[in-house]
């Protein structure tokens, strides 16, 4: 059984920064893709960025690329989500999730679908 734990969420003033955490424990997060995603109210989650274990480089979804940093910290077993400039529009409830690696090309995971573990979420509101 995977278990990580994301934090790091609150209120955030229009402009502002956070950065959010995903804490795996009893694996290790470098072997697998993890993806940040975020939903909000009457809306469908949506990728927001992801970072293939064999890549040397994160995926971001346009709505967030420029402004959004995925790293790893492979010695405290965590994955950052660092986000600059919110928007209102960045609220929701944000996810770490987690999927094995994929010999594919492009934004696959970006999409929900190839996610089979799921992080209990974090709140973040953007709002002044």
């Known amino acids: 059984q995977l278990q990580f734990v994301e934090s790091g969420g609150g209120l955030v003033q229009p402009g502002g920064f956070l950065r959010l955490s995903c804490v795996g424990s009893?694996?290790?997060?470098?072997?697998?893709?993890i993806g940040w995603f975020r939903q909000a109210p009457g809306k469908e989650r949506e990728g927001v960025g992801c970072?293939?274990?064999?890549?040397?480089?994160?995926e971001y979804s346009p709505s967030v690329k420029g402004r959004a940093t995925i790293s790893r910290d492979s010695a405290k077993n965590t994955v950052y989500l660092q986000m600059n400039g919110l928007i209102p529009e960045d609220t929701g409830t944000y996810y770490c999730?987690?999927?094995?690696?994929?010999?594919?090309?492009?934004?696959?995971?970006?999409?929900?679908?190839?996610?089979?573990?799921w992080g209990q979420g974090t709140q973040v509101t953007v709002s002044s």
């Open positions: 009893g694996f290790t997060l470098d072997a697998y893709t």
């Open positions: 999730a987690v999927a094995p690696n994929r010999q594919m090309f492009g934004t696959w995971c970006l999409s929900t679908q190839y996610y089979q573990y």
């Open positions: 970072f293939e274990s064999r890549k040397v480089s994160p």
